[in-house]
């Protein structure tokens, strides 16, 4: 029976060792702040939003955040995050995804500057990311890596699959296993045969966006099962991408969904916010 990665407890640790940083700052009168902004009232949206206050008030951040109605025009937006983009007291800028119809993401994610771009998703992140400069990571990937190496999991010289190849998880996900010196292949929907590839892998990372769609054929025994995946099913239950109670037999670790790769997500902006603050201020040795 698979070992299980315990997102929660690792999250947790993660957020206070950065309380305990700020706290340090703190003697130095500055403060990590975070703005958000949320643009409609898409009620999923609305929790992670409020989740995310939540964890700036544990960490010791300020955190400003900006609630805009539906119907806010993607020019008004960006002057939004021109102005923070401006404000000195502004560490790290989020704009929660998705956005109304009507407004064009790209340039919403383009308009942010680099140097507070906490999600990693401008281009110049993503760019930085791939050619091994400093710079801001995507928190979700940025949490797997956590997970692995707070789990004492080995990563280099390991055959690594990723499933899925989205910007926000699989692409990013899959730079940052070979940064780690893993051999890594990348699946998605038009791979030939799936499950012969996933089979080769010492660490199979799961982010295909289909409800518990790998089981335990598509497992080495042994291998380590990261679950990116999540959907709420009827009756509101949560599950992954991974069909756990098949996978867990043959995995050596897994994480389960909720508590695996979920919990990360928050405390990876957290490190994220207080990454941009200590470079901001002059304070990261790179
Ligand atoms: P996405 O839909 O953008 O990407 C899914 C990827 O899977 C695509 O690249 C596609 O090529 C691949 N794929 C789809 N069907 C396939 C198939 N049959 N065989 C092989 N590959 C296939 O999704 P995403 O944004 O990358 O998210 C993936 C999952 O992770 C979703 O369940 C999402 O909800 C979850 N997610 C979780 C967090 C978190 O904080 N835990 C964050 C982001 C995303």
Request: proline content about 5%; glycine content about 8%.
């Amino acid at each position: 029976m698979a070992e299980l990665i315990d997102g929660k407890a690792i999250s947790q640790a993660i957020k206070d060792e950065i309380r305990e940083e700020t706290a340090k700052l703190s003697e130095k009168n500055i403060k990590p702040c975070l703005a958000v902004i949320l643009c409609g009232n898409d009620p999923a949206s609305t929790v992670y939003v409020a989740n995310k206050k939540k964890a700036c008030e544990y960490c010791g951040f300020d955190s400003v955040s900006l609630e805009l109605p539906e119907e806010t025009s993607e020019e008004e937006l960006l002057n939004k995050i021109s102005e923070l983009n401006k404000d000195e007291r502004v560490n790290g800028i989020l704009v929660q995804l998705p956005l109304p119809s009507h407004i064009n993401e790209d340039a919403v994610i383009a308009a942010i500057a680099p140097e507070k771009d906490v999600d990693g998703f401008h281009a110049v992140s993503v760019g930085n990311l791939l050619i091994g400069r400093p710079g801001f990571v995507s928190c979700t990937p940025a949490g797997v890596i956590q997970l692995l190496k707070r789990s004492n999991v080995e990563i280099s010289g390991k055959e690594c699959v990723v499933i899925g190849r989205s910007n926000i998880v699989g692409k990013p996900m899959s730079v940052l296993m070979l940064r780690e010196n893993a051999t890594v292949t990348i699946c998605h929907s038009r791979t030939k045969d799936l499950k012969e590839v996933c089979k080769r892998a010492d660490i199979l990372i799961v982010a295909i966006g289909k409800p518990r769609m790998i089981d335990a054929s598509y497992v080495k025994d042994g291998a380590v099962v990261i679950d990116v995946g999540i959907h709420r099913l009827e009756g509101k239950k949560l599950c992954g991408d991974v069909d756990f109670e098949s996978v867990e037999k043959v995995a050596s670790k897994i994480t389960p969904v909720p508590g695996g790769v979920g919990p990360m997500t928050i405390a990876m902006l957290m490190k994220n916010c207080l990454e941009g603050c200590l470079r901001q201020n002059g304070l990261l040795n790179e």
